[in-house]
């Protein structure tokens, strides 16, 4: 688990046993797997937040539209994402190695 920092801390023991419990070619897709640096989009989210940048990067496209539309909802979404766009991400990545198990 090298890749701690790409997932929530709360699910890293249950992703553990799930890993332990794969076949070597699920591990493989996993390791394999693009997932997206929270620091990274963090940074992102600093410099070009407000253009819905972050949540394109994401996947988050409807979000990203809006903010983009709206200039973040006049700064309310901008606000909001300067809390959870960490752990969006981190619970993103989850998601996708979850269905790759």
């Known amino acids: ?22 076949d070597e070619s699920k591990l493989n897709l996993v390791n394999a797997a693009d997932l997206k640096d929270p620091t990274t989009i963090l940074l992102i989210f600093i410099f070009v937040g407000s253009l819905g940048v972050d949540r394109f990067m994401i996947g988050d496209t409807g979000m990203g539209v809006l903010k983009l539309l709206t200039a973040g909802v006049c700064g309310i979404l901008t606000i909001v994402d300067w809390f959870t766009i960490s752990n969006k991400t981190r619970e993103l990545n989850f998601q996708k190695v979850m ?3």
Do not use: D, G, H, R
């Open 99 to 101: 269905t790759i198990i």
């Open 1 to 22: 688990m090298t890749n701690q920092k790409f997932f929530p801390a709360e699910k890293i023991m249950f992703l553990k046993e799930k890993l332990l419990s794969a």
